[in-house]
C-alpha cells in the first residue's frame, strides 16, 4: 500500500491465522509466492511477494496484536475516502463495526461485517 490507490479499489488483502509462520511457507510451496518478514511488535507476520524482486501482493498474519480476533480468512481492504463517515453509513445501513478505526503505517483501518455476514476491511491511506 504505498501508492494512494483511488478510493473504490481493493488496496490489500491479509490472511489472518493463529500460525502465520506454517501458512506463508503453505502458500509458498503452494503458489510459489516469495515471503519476506514484517516486524510488528515482538513477532513478525510476512508479505508475501509474486515473485523475489517483486512488491508484496499480500500479507500473511498472526491472528494476535491487532489482528487479535479476526476470522482464518483472506481479508481485503477496499480503499475509501472518508473512514470515519464510511463507518457511520455501514451502520446506518445495518452493518457491523468489528474492529474500530486502527492507524497503521500506510493510513487507518477498520473491519466491517456487512448485513449478510460478510467481513471486509476499509482503509483510508495517510
Known amino acids: 500500500m504505498s501508492d494512494k490507490p483511488p478510493a473504490g479499489t481493493i ?3 491479509d490472511l489472518t491465522v493463529d ?5 506463508s511457507s503453505f502458500y509458498s510451496q503452494v503458489t510459489g509466492w516469495h515471503r519476506s518478514e514484517a516486524p510488528v511488535a515482538d513477532y513478525h507476520d510476512y508479505c508475501v511477494h509474486p515473485s ?3 512488491d508484496p501482493v499480500a ?10 480476533g479476526l476470522p482464518a480468512s483472506w481479508l481485503i481492504y477496499i480503499v475509501v475516502e472518508d473512514l470515519q463517515q464510511s463507518l457511520i453509513t455501514c451502520r446506518e445501513l445495518g452493518g457491523e463495526v468489528l474492529q474500530e478505526r486502527t492507524p497503521d503505517s500506510y493510513g487507518t483501518i477498520a473491519v466491517i461485517r456487512d448485513p449478510a455476514g460478510a467481513v471486509c476491511a476499509l482503509f483510508q491511506p495517510a
Open 11 to 13: 488496496g490489500w488483502i
Open 19 to 23: 500460525d502465520a509462520n506454517a501458512a
Open 52 to 54: 523475489a524482486d517483486a
Open 59 to 68: 500479507g500473511i498474519c498472526h491472528a494476535r496484536g491487532p489482528n487479535a
